[in-house]
T-cell receptor
Framework: GNSVTQMEGPVTLSEEAFLTINCTYT??????LFWYVQYPGEGLQLLLK?????DKGSNKGFEATYRKETTSFHLEKGSVQVSDSAVYFC???????????FGKGTKLTVNP | GAVVSQHPSRVICKSGTSVKIECRSL??????MFWYRQFPKKSLMLMAT?????????EQGVEKDKFLINHASLTLSTLTVTSAHPEDSSFYIC????????????FGSGTRLTVV
C-alpha cells in the first residue's frame, strides 16, 4: 500500500539556517504530493504541493521537488525564521474519496 | 482559496455527555470529508471518511457507535462523540476535498475536546 516516510526530528535550527526535511514515499502510479504545516493548537495548512514528476512546489520560501526516480519530496528552505517553528507533515493523495497518507510529522524549532 | 470552518475550536464536557463537532466547507462543495484524531506530539490518525448522502467508512479500530458521523449535505459533516470519557480527550481535525476537482485537501482549524 501507499506510505510516506519522513524524518521525525525534532529539528532545531538557528535563525537564517538552511532547512531540509526528508520525505520519501511508496505508491503505485502517480500520486500528488503535499507538505502541510501545523502551528501550535491549530489545524493543518497546505504549504505546497506537486502533482506530477519533476514539478516543484513552492510557497513562503519553502520548496520541494517531486522526484519520481528517488520517490522523494524533500522540503527545503534557504533561511528559516523563528516564525517557521511548527510541525511539518509530508503526505500523498490521489483525490476522489481516497484518503491522504501522512508521514509522522517533523517538529521544527527555530531559535533567534 | 478553499476554506473549511470547524466548530467549536475548544469544548469541555462532562463524562457521559455527547459532543457534536461541525465541519463546513464555506466556498466549495465537498462530497468527501475526512475526520482525524491527533494525540499529543503525534501524527494524524484517520478515523473515518464521510461521504455525502451515505454511511461513513470507518478505519479499523474506530468505534462506529461512539463516533457518529453525519454528512447530510455537500457542505456539512458532523462528528458526534457519544458518551464521552476522559480518554476521548484529543484534538479532532476535519478535512474536505472540492467535489469540482482534485486540488488537494483543505483542513479545518481543529477542535480541542477535553472530557472531565
Amino acid at each position: 500500500g501507499n506510505s510516506v516516510t519522513q524524518m521525525e526530528g525534532p529539528v532545531t535550527l538557528s535563525e537564517e539556517a538552511f532547512l531540509t526535511i526528508n520525505c520519501t514515499y511508496t505508491a503505485t502510479g502517480y500520486p500528488s504530493l503535499f507538505w502541510y504545516v501545523q502551528y501550535p493548537g491549530e489545524g493543518l495548512q497546505l504549504l505546497l504541493k506537486a502533482t506530477k514528476a519533476d514539478d516543484k512546489g513552492s510557497n513562503k520560501g519553502f520548496e520541494a521537488t517531486y522526484r519520481k526516480e528517488t520517490t522523494s519530496f524533500h522540503l527545503e528552505k534557504g533561511s528559516v525564521q523563528v516564525s517557521d517553528s511548527a510541525v511539518y507533515f509530508c503526505a500523498l493523495g490521489r483525490g476522489g474519496s481516497e484518503k491522504l497518507v501522512f508521514g509522522k510529522g517533523t517538529k521544527l524549532t527555530v531559535n533567534p | 482559496g478553499a476554506v473549511v470552518s470547524q466548530h467549536p475550536s475548544r469544548v469541555i464536557c462532562k463524562s457521559g455527555t455527547s459532543v457534536k463537532i461541525e465541519c463546513r466547507s464555506l466556498d466549495f462543495q465537498a462530497t468527501t470529508m475526512f475526520w482525524y484524531r491527533q494525540f499529543p506530539k503525534k501524527s494524524l490518525m484517520l478515523m473515518a471518511t464521510s461521504n455525502e448522502g451515505s454511511k461513513a467508512t470507518y478505519e479499523q479500530g474506530v468505534e462506529k457507535d461512539k463516533f457518529l458521523i453525519n454528512h447530510a449535505s455537500l457542505t456539512l459533516s458532523t462528528l458526534t462523540v457519544t458518551s464521552a470519557h476522559p480518554e476521548d480527550s484529543s484534538f479532532y481535525i476535519c478535512s474536505a476535498r472540492d467535489a469540482a476537482g482534485f486540488d488537494g485537501y483543505t483542513f479545518g482549524s481543529g477542535t480541542r475536546l477535553t472530557v472531565v
